[in-house]
């Protein structure tokens, strides 16, 4: 088992992004195909401005995007050739989210990069990446726009709360997993599922059937939250990939009320795979 088509968000800002490196490694350890898609999104200018500017100027600035997408995605082709991986590359007009959706559901999984707060990213669009976990019905591996990660999942912490999001992510991270060196099922402030008194046990067990080298533990505490107890965990564990479930609660109530995926959205300290 084994991820065999990969598909990697391509943008400007992001040309030499770490989530650029991290696509093609992982494309190298499963020998997948990999795609690197540049969305040509039409920029938005409000219509007072249009009548201001004139319809040459917003050609222009389309031409001038189309030029950076093609030396983008060049570059994009040149690395993953340097890898020996067998790549394509596409440029595509429309909506980012429904294009990036689209394609991705004929990919095993998508690559993005985190927002940068410092920078304008996927033409200002700051709520692209959770959409995409809600869109896609596809993994979404995030990667910190913040340090390099080349060589992910050799040690790999799961959260694990027994949710049906937790087990598509976990489902769908089963080809890294296989590969792992160690993986570290995690259960914070468990509640019983029934499934015994030892949390994550269960399912450590059936992960160890797929000849996983897999260990449960769990954690209790009111004192911080639980998305800052995964990241605190998973780097005294040395774990360079977090897996989990996205939005176990209504998207619109985590945005207003803050939540656990909303914080490793913002917060991720090493990439994270998520799956809705």
Known sequence: MSYKDILVHVDDAGLNGAHIETALQLAKQHDAHITGLHVLAQPYIPAYVQAQIGPEVIEMQIEQAREAATVALAEFEKQASSAGLTVDSVIVEGQNDQVLSDHARCADILVIGQNDPDEVQFNGDKSLPDR????????????????????????????????????????????????????????????????????????????????????????????????????????????????????????????????????MLAHMTVPVLMSN
């Open 132 to 263: 995409l976990i809600l869109a896609t019905g596809r993994p979404v591996l995030l990667v910190p726009y913040a340090g390099r990660y080349p060589d992910i999942g050799k040690t790999v912490f799961v959260a694990w709360d027994g949710s049906r999001q937790a087990t598509r992510a976990l489902n769908d991270a089963l080809p890294i997993l296989k590969k792992a060196e160690k993986v570290c099922v995690l259960s914070i402030n468990p509640q019983s599922k029934g499934l015994g008194d030892a949390p994550g046990a269960a399912i450590s067990l059936h992960l160890a059937r797929y000849g996983i080298n897999v260990e449960a533990d769990h954690v209790v505490s009111d004192e911080i939250s639980s998305a800052d107890m995964l990241l605190s965990r998973a780097a005294d564990g040395g774990a360079d990939l977090i897996v989990m479930g996205a939005y176990g609660h209504a998207r619109w109530r985590e945005i207003v009320l803050g939540g656990f995926t909303q914080h």
